[in-house]
């Protein structure tokens, strides 16, 4: 895992308008056959809510998050000093996935909604975005311009018992999602753990840090301003000050 600390506020990546949630059905037979007949795709697999999830899954517990230990897949987590993560991405070759998951009504799924909301914001920003069907339902496609030039993305949105995973495909794998299939199989299997708390539809849902990583982290970051001060420091991490005047020998 690749881990990074922002000194800032931190905020969400373009397009990230505050998403919500649907219920995870357990689809019968008849719900295939009807899906088939109307052109639509079936579900299959995660993201799970923690209470269906299949057990013996490696996973780097992020807090409401958990995410597969899926070779060739490189986890890049960005956090504040606190050690909540604002951003999680996986990496496999060219292609990224960035997670996000947000509360949501009991009664009802909203990414319907949230994905026009995305779809106004690319517009207003000169983006032109098209609707497609995927593996979870209707996606948003479109092509942006970075600073290494053009890239695609595409919004897949899941909703499930109180919560909205919103992931979004940038590079090859959001045309073609078959040239990144480790990351197919990370989201499929990603395990949502919603808890009981009440919180507002679309906000974020708390994200930390493993507390072996925040303090490993929080200590390396302690050694490095120790040294940038010019305190020389021991192998125990601990900071080494020079003797005062009046403890030195006369």
Request: aromatic share 4%; net charge negative.
């Amino acid at each position: 895992m690749i881990f990074s600390r922002n000194r800032g506020s931190g905020r969400h990546a373009k397009g990230d308008s505050r998403p919500l949630a649907d219920a995870d059905l357990d689809l019968t037979e008849d719900d295939e056959v009807e899906a088939a007949a109307s052109g639509k795709s079936v579900r299959t697999g995660g993201p799970y809510d923690i209470t269906e999830a299949p057990a013996g899954i490696a996973q780097l517990d992020l807090g409401a998050l958990k995410v597969p230990a899926v070779e060739d897949v490189e986890v890049r987590v960005q956090a504040d000093n606190d050690g909540k993560i604002q951003q999680i991405v996986l990496v496999s070759g060219e292609s990224a996935l960035q997670l996000g998951v947000f509360a949501a009504p009991r009664s009802e799924g909203i990414w319907d909604e949230v994905r026009e909301e995305i779809r106004k914001q690319l517009f207003n920003d000169g983006v032109a975005a098209e609707e497609a069907e995927g593996d979870y339902g209707t996606e948003l496609r479109a092509r942006v311009r970075t600073p290494d030039g053009l890239t695609d993305i595409r919004f897949v949105g899941v909703d499930g018992p109180r919560w909205l995973v919103r992931a979004v495909y940038q590079g090859a794998a959001a045309v073609d999602p078959a040239v990144a299939p480790a990351l197919t199989e990370c989201l499929r299997n990603l395990v949502v753990e919603r808890g009981n708390e009440a919180m507002p539809v679309r906000e974020p849902l708390p994200l930390n840090l493993p507390k072996e990583v925040a303090e490993a982290s929080a200590s390396a970051e302690e050694q490095a301003e120790d040294q940038a001060d010019g305190e020389p420091v021991n192998g125990d991490g601990a900071a080494r000050r020079k003797p005062s005047p009046r403890s030195r020998r006369k």
